[in-house]
C-alpha cells in the first residue's frame, strides 16, 4: 500500500522561528510536492522537484524553502515563521503519468 | 489567476440521489483531470481520474464526464450515501505530470 508520511499532524511554532516539515514517501516516486490548504483558496503549490536535488518554484514560494537530499524525502522549510503561514500543510508524491498521493497533513499554527 | 476553478462551494444533496460536482478550467494544454476526496483534519484521497482522449470514466457509483470544447468536467455520485460528505477537490495536469493544479473544492453534504 502506497505511504506517504509526515512526520507532524499538528505543530505550534512562535513567529520567527525556523520551521522544518518533513515528508517521507516508500513508493520511489519521482515527483514530491508541497501544498498549503486555505479556506476558500483550495490547495496552492508552494513547491515541487521531480528528482533529487532539483527543486522548482509552485505558486506560492516566497517565505519558503525545500530541500530534496533523498528521493524519498522533501522537506519544507519555513526560513522564519509568520501568522499568514498558519495553514494546513500537504506533502504529496507522484510517479510519471500518474496521480498523487497525499500525506496526512500537518496543521501549523504560528503564534 | 486559477486555470482550475469550481464555482460551487458547497453541495447538499438528500441521501440515494445523484451528487453533481461541476469544475472548470482554462489551460487547454491539460492532459489529465482528476477528482479527489478529502475529510477534515486528513489528506486529499485519490477518487477517480480521467485523460483528455476520453469523455467519460466510470469506477462503481463514481463517474467523471469530460467536455473539452467547454473546459469543463464534473463528477457524478450516484447514489450519494452521507459517508460521501467531504470535500471534493478538482485537479488537472499537462501531459509531464510533474504539477497538478487545483481547484478551490466543493464541500458536499449528504443527508441522511
Known amino acids: 500500500d502506497v505511504k506517504v508520511t509526515q512526520s507532524s499532524r499538528y505543530l505550534v511554532k512562535r513567529t520567527g522561528e525556523k520551521v522544518f516539515l518533513e515528508c517521507v514517501q516508500d513508493m520511489d516516486h519521482e515527483n514530491m510536492f508541497w501544498y498549503r490548504q486555505d479556506p476558500g483558496l483550495g490547495l496552492r503549490l508552494i513547491y515541487f522537484s521531480y528528482d533529487v536535488k532539483m527543486k522548482e518554484k509552485g505558486d506560492i514560494p516566497e517565505g519558503y524553502s525545500v530541500s530534496r537530499e533523498k528521493k524519498e524525502r522533501f522537506s519544507l522549510i519555513l526560513e522564519s515563521a509568520s501568522t499568514n503561514q498558519t495553514s494546513m500543510y500537504l506533502c504529496?508524491?507522484?510517479?510519471?503519468?500518474?496521480?498523487?498521493?497525499f500525506g496526512q497533513g500537518t496543521r501549523l499554527t504560528v503564534v | 489567476d486559477q486555470q482550475v476553478k469550481q464555482n460551487s462551494p458547497s453541495l447538499s444533496v438528500q441521501e440515494g440521489r445523484i451528487s453533481i460536482l461541476n469544475c472548470d478550467y482554462t489551460n487547454s494544454m491539460f492532459d489529465y483531470f482528476l477528482w479527489y476526496k478529502k475529510y477534515p483534519a486528513e489528506g486529499p484521497t485519490f477518487l477517480i481520474s480521467i485523460s483528455s482522449i476520453k469523455d467519460k470514466n466510470e469506477d462503481g457509483r463514481f463517474t467523471v464526464f469530460l467536455n473539452k470544447s467547454a473546459k469543463h468536467l464534473s463528477l457524478h455520485i450516484v447514489p450519494s450515501q452521507p459517508g460521501d460528505s467531504a470535500v471534493y477537490f478538482c485537479a488537472a495536469s499537462e501531459a509531464n505530470f510533474n504539477k497538478f493544479y487545483f481547484g478551490s473544492g466543493t464541500k458536499l453534504n449528504v443527508k441522511p
Open positions: 504529496a508524491s507522484s510517479s510519471s503519468h500518474a496521480e498523487a498521493f
